[in-house]
């Protein structure tokens, strides 16, 4: 069976969201709604708009050497790197620009940054943005990874969040849990409401998107 996306309507009229309503499995939980964010991700029209509203989030006193890009959220890294460099944020780094950074995951799911990138996180104050904060798992991990090379976290940034913080940060985020997607539910698997109601799963899901079970 075919999954079937539509455009809800939210708060933001310069940002489509795309969802569909169905019994869905994450690598870390049970979600009643799937996000499709491939265009927000994607279409440089979408990205720069989200980037530029993400900026926004931001404060001007924070300095930021690195963007740490989770989720294939590079477009929209690319893009917040132009507008915080267009509007003067500090930077340590000595050409005065920002990188764009994506991390590389091991068989654990650990974060692992290779020599040749490991310059971009070690000692640099690094921004994370993910495509979605529901659990905290992934931003919580990256959090961790920019600690352990010796990084310093400066934030974290999303395109849709369930969370208002995470490991002491604030979550900045264009679409939320609570003004644009008040019943998106995320369950461990053994208390997923759906799952006790004998619900078969609809797809599976991740960063890259959906499979569905056909059936």
């Known amino acids: 069976m075919a999954i079937r996306l539509y455009e809800t309507r939210t708060n933001n009229s ?15 939980s ?25 900026c926004d989030h931001i404060s001007p006193a924070t300095v930021i050497d690195t963007i740490l890009c989770l989720d294939g959220t590079e477009v929209i890294g690319a893009a917040m790197a132009s507008v915080l460099t267009r509007r003067g944020f500090a930077t340590v780094n000595a050409h005065n620009t920002i990188y764009v950074v994506t991390p590389e995951h091991t068989t654990g799911s650990q974060l692992l940054f290779r020599e040749n990138y490991a310059p971009m996180i070690v000692g640099k ?12 798992y992934t931003a ?9 090379y010796s990084g310093k976290p400066a ?22 849990k609570k003004n644009d997607l008040p019943d998106y539910i995320s369950t461990a698997s053994h208390e997923c409401p759906m799952c006790k109601n004998q619900r078969r799963l609809d797809a599976m899901v991740n960063a890259f998107g959906v499979s569905s079970f056909g059936i």
């Open 14 to 28: 310069n940002v489509p969201l795309r969802v569909a309503v169905g019994h869905f499995a994450t690598s870390h």
């Open 30 to 54: 049970h979600i009643n709604y799937y996000i499709d964010l491939t265009m927000t991700k994607h279409r440089l029209s979408e990205a720069k708009e989200v980037a530029t509203q993400l």
């Open 125 to 136: 104050n690094v921004l994370v943005l993910a495509a979605s904060v529901t659990t905290g």
């Open 140 to 148: 919580k991990a990256a959090i961790d990874a920019i600690r352990y």
């Open 155 to 176: 934030g974290i940034c999303a395109i849709f969040t369930c969370e208002d913080e995470c490991e002491g940060f604030p979550v900045n985020a264009v679409f939320t």
